[in-house]
């Protein structure tokens, strides 16, 4: 048997995720990349992480595949997941619970994300060297599309029809509502962390650690401390290797 079926042997029911490189605060500058990776220890299904073609068939990131098939989309990925490995994220939530966390969610995949990436690629674009490695030829090309594309996909959402301040307004109050949905519980549904605090940390996280200045970090550190608590409590729950999962420490 030669290596390279001995390696494909090796992989069977392991999970490759495909996603973009390490960040430098944060292990995925991508909240969808954070919720998924989350999710698989959260779960405990084997993985492995690989960045050599990050932008799967849908041409967005994260993607999996497993056992030589493709999937796209952190949640569908999720869902397929769980009942391919008979996981259930859920025990003990109510159905209330489920829903509400859900609602969560998608308000913060489908609108709240909108504001962050907004910030990041257009008011904070200068910090993007010190999230991610990029040469200085691609961070230049960057700087030069990403600002108009962002805008262009918020006008078509709708959000980037408003003026700026608007927009941070909007968006701040999706961080508020999931601040006080929270409370003093430790986790989203309770005591007990459910699929939906992947999703809830892989977005939080990005204010905490990944987008120093903007707005939203300004409020997780200030004002609504309960999701930054939250997130430290998520990290030490599933993120004891954190500091080995940054850029500055993957081993070539
Ligand atoms: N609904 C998708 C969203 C994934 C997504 O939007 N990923 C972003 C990075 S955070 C991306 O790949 N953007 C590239 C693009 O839209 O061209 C999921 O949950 O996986």
């Known amino acids: 048997m030669n290596s390279k079926s001995m390696s494909k042997l090796d992989l ?12 430098k605060p944060i292990p995925s500058i991508s909240p969808f990349v954070l919720k998924l ?6 779960v ?16 967005k990131t994260p993607w999996i595949s497993l056992n030589g098939v493709d999937m796209t989309d952190s949640q569908l990925i999720i869902e397929f997941l769980n009942k391919k490995y008979d996981k259930n994220p859920w025990e003990n939530v109510s159905p209330e619970q489920k829903a509400s966390a859900r609602t969560v969610r998608v308000m ?3 609108h709240f994300f909108w504001g962050m990436a907004r910030w990041r690629f257009v008011e904070g674009v200068q910090s993007i060297p010190n999230l991610i490695n990029i040469s200085g030829v691609k961070f230049r090309l960057l700087k030069w599309v990403f600002p108009g594309r962002i805008k262009k996909s918020m006008n078509a959402q709708g959000l980037g029809r408003h003026p700026p301040d608007t927009i941070v307004k909007l968006v701040s109050d999706d961080l508020k509502d999931v601040s006080v949905l929270l409370g003093d519980k430790p986790f989203i549904a309770g005591d007990q962390p459910c699929e939906a605090d992947c999703a809830l940390f892989g977005s939080i996280a990005q204010c905490v ?15 609504l401390t309960n999701l930054k608590e939250y997130c430290i409590r998520m990290r030490a729950k599933y993120w004891a290797d954190w500091e080995d999962c940054l850029f500055k420490n993957i081993k070539a």
């Open 44 to 59: 405990d299904i084997p993985y492995q992480v690989d960045t050599t073609k990050p932008f799967g068939p849908s041409g």
């Open 108 to 110: 913060l995949e489908e």
């Open 37 to 42: 990776e989350t999710y698989l220890r959260m």
């Open 209 to 223: 650690w990944a987008m120093p200045g903007s707005p939203y970090h300004n409020l997780v550190e200030n004002e």
């Open 12 to 23: 069977k029911d392991t999970v490759i995720l495909h996603c973009i490189e390490r960040g």
